[in-house]
């Protein structure tokens, strides 16, 4: 079974644009989270997904937005990019409604200059 | 508030020894807690997990040990390998308060062969 996909693998935007990730969870799960991480902040709760409903979602400005489509896959969106965006955004995947044992994606890698 | 930290963040051990990872976390509500590895340039992968209503459990040279006196997780690996090199954070979920998973800062594990 494959894993989490994430694409692109690696993105480098300016200050200003918008930028869009996407994942493809595992075959049957149902559930996406997606996480920022830096070396300063750690990983840090972005938002989750579930059945197309967003039921958690964590202390990012609004620029910051999901969403999930009816085949469990989601995607996220940043706009008016920060330098302090740059970042590796990874996106996990679970079978159920729990954050339990989430299977983690490598991540994409944004670069904001 | 809820936080999850660790005592040292890095950790640097003999090949064949066995290695002891800290982490303590704040809030007593706290549900369910997960050790997670990551690799370079991999995301977390998860290790084994504990539930609150318990205080040891075991897998594949693995152990973790929950204080809940002293709200205290540790992460014990036994006859520590090279390939066990990498950031290993320790997380945790309370149901009551959204069920999202709350990761700590990461303590790295170096092993010298």
């Known amino acids: 079974k494959a894993g989490v996909t994430q694409t692109p693998r690696y993105l480098i935007k300016t200050r200003g644009q918008q930028v869009t990730l996407s994942c493809s969870p595992i075959s049957g799960h149902r559930s996406v989270s997606w996480y920022q991480q830096t070396p300063g902040q750690g990983l840090q709760f972005l938002f989750e997904?579930?059945?197309?409903?967003?039921?958690n979602k964590g202390n990012f400005p609004g620029r910051f937005s999901g969403r999930q489509f009816s085949n469990s896959r989601s995607e996220m969106n940043v706009s008016t990019l920060e330098l302090g965006d740059s970042a590796l955004y990874l996106c996990a995947s679970t079978p159920g409604q729990t954050s339990e044992k989430l299977f983690f994606g490598s991540g994409t890698q944004l670069s904001v200059l | 508030g809820e936080s999850v930290g660790l005592h040292l963040p890095t950790l640097s051990v003999q090949e064949g020894d066995n290695s002891i990872i800290n982490c303590a976390y704040s809030n007593s509500a706290s549900d369910y807690f997960i050790w997670y590895k990551q690799e370079s340039g991999k995301g977390p992968q998860f290790i084994i997990d504990i539930r609150s209503n318990m205080d040891k459990r075991q897998g594949q040279r693995v152990t973790v040990l929950l204080n809940k006196t002293v709200k205290h997780l540790s992460l014990q690996i036994a006859a520590t390998q090279p390939g066990d090199s990498a950031v290993y954070f320790c997380?945790?979920?309370?149901?009551?308060?959204?069920?999202?998973?709350?990761f700590g800062q990461g303590t790295e594990l170096s092993v010298k062969p």
């Open positions: 997904y579930f059945s197309e409903t967003q039921r």
């Open positions: 997380a945790e979920i309370i149901y009551n308060q959204g069920g999202k998973l709350i």
